[in-house]
């Protein structure tokens, strides 16, 4: 069986590389662009009390976790948005623990797939075009009392897609679905 941290972080918790090399830049970029419809592969044939299934004890179900991530990069838009257009502007955490008790997180997973397809389509389309120095443009969050880089943007919604996808096909393995 598992441990507690390993089914909360099942590919390990974010790790910022030292160096951006153009390679693992593009290997983040192809997780991103994809991040959509490999979601979608996994729980597309799921029955609804798979979708209500947490992935953990105490942990969100399934279709909180989709909705989540439809919430989490509509956020990852905003902030890119913002470092590209704004001098190190400081943005808004959320407390995505009450988000996933909000009324939104009982529709079906469906309507954030189909949101994750078109902000991952704009979040792409802008992505695509960055330049060095625009990939080293900052925005302040204010939880981490830190700077965070457009480079850092993209690891961390590279690991968080394969993060909660990784949630899902762990769970899923587990329950033998």
Same mark, same amino acid.
């Given at each position: 069986?598992?441990?507690?941290?390993?089914? +909360?972080?099942?590919i390990?918790?974010? +790790?910022?590389?030292?160096?951006?090399?153009?390679?693992?830049?593009?290997?983040?970029?192809?997780? #991103?662009?994809?991040?959509?419809?490999?979601l979608?592969?996994?729980? +597309?044939?799921? $029955?609804?009390f798979? &979708?209500?299934?947490p992935?953990?004890?105490?942990?969100w179900?399934?279709?909180?976790?989709?909705?989540?991530c439809?919430?989490?990069?509509?956020?990852?838009? &905003?902030?890119?948005?913002?470092? $590209?257009s704004?001098?190190?502007?400081?943005?808004?955490?959320?407390?995505?623990?009450?988000?996933?008790?909000?009324?939104?997180?009982?529709?079906?997973?469906?309507?954030?797939?189909?949101? $994750?397809?078109?902000?991952?389509?704009k979040?792409?389309? #802008?992505?695509r075009? $960055?330049?060095?120095? +625009?990939m080293?443009?900052?925005?302040?969050?204010?939880?981490?009392?830190?700077?965070f880089?457009?480079?850092?943007? #993209?690891?961390?919604y590279?690991?968080?897609?394969?993060?909660?996808?990784?949630?899902?096909t762990?769970?899923?393995?587990?329950?033998?679905w």
């Amino acid at each position: 069986m598992p441990t507690l941290e390993e089914l +909360q972080f099942p590919i390990g918790p974010c +790790q910022y590389p030292e160096e951006y090399t153009e390679a693992l830049l593009q290997k983040m970029l192809l997780d #991103i662009e994809t991040f959509p419809k490999r979601l979608e592969l996994e729980v +597309q044939n799921l $029955l609804e009390f798979q &979708l209500q299934t947490p992935y953990r004890e105490n942990g969100w179900t399934v279709n909180q976790v989709i909705h989540h991530c439809a919430d989490s990069h509509m956020n990852f838009i &905003l902030r890119l948005k913002l470092a $590209l257009s704004e001098e190190n502007p400081t943005i808004k955490p959320y407390r995505e623990e009450i988000w996933a008790e909000m009324a939104d997180y009982d529709l079906p997973f469906n309507n954030s797939i189909t949101l $994750l397809f078109c902000i991952h389509h704009k979040i792409m389309s #802008i992505l695509r075009t $960055l330049t060095p120095e +625009q990939m080293d443009r900052t925005y302040f969050h204010p939880q981490y009392e830190r700077s965070f880089r457009i480079k850092e943007l #993209i690891c961390l919604y590279s690991w968080h897609g394969n993060h909660h996808l990784a949630h899902i096909t762990s769970l899923k393995e587990r329950m033998k679905w």
